[in-house]
């Protein structure tokens, strides 16, 4: 079983810039294809982008694409989401999933564990 930790999120203006990061403990990362998700407030939890295990393969949702950047550093157990752009529709809770199952995995179903999130409000 893996734990999972988001921090990085805050109150930012629009253009601005922000990272999140998701440290992992109890069994490593690089055993888990990796996702970050959102949540709008009355929304469904959205899909935002899924690493590969040796995070050689990622892909975005067509939201953020070309915004953000997500990426992985298993010897560190954490993955990353760099997010430069932000506007005011980016405002939501973000959450850091894991999943034992391979391939693009784009569906909150197919994920076994979650981070509590970290909100991340864009001003305008």
Do not use: H
Request: glycine share 10%; proline share 2%; with cysteine.
């Amino acid at each position: 079983q893996v734990q999972l930790v988001e921090s990085g999120g805050g109150l930012v203006q629009a253009g601005d810039s922000l990272r999140l990061s998701c440290a992992a403990s109890g069994r490593t990362l690089s055993a888990y294809t990796m996702g970050w998700f959102r949540q709008a407030p009355g929304k469904e939890r959205d899909f935002v982008v899924v690493l590969s295990r040796s995070g050689g393969i990622t892909y975005y949702a067509d939201s953020v694409k070309g915004r953000f950047t997500a990426s992985r550093d298993n010897a560190k157990n954490t993955v990353y989401l760099q997010m430069n752009s932000l506007q005011p529709e980016d405002t939501a809770v973000y959450y850091c999933a894991a999943t034992i199952r391979a391939g693009v995995r784009r569906q909150a179903d197919d994920y076994n564990y979650w981070g509590q999130g970290t909100q991340v409000t864009v001003s305008s």
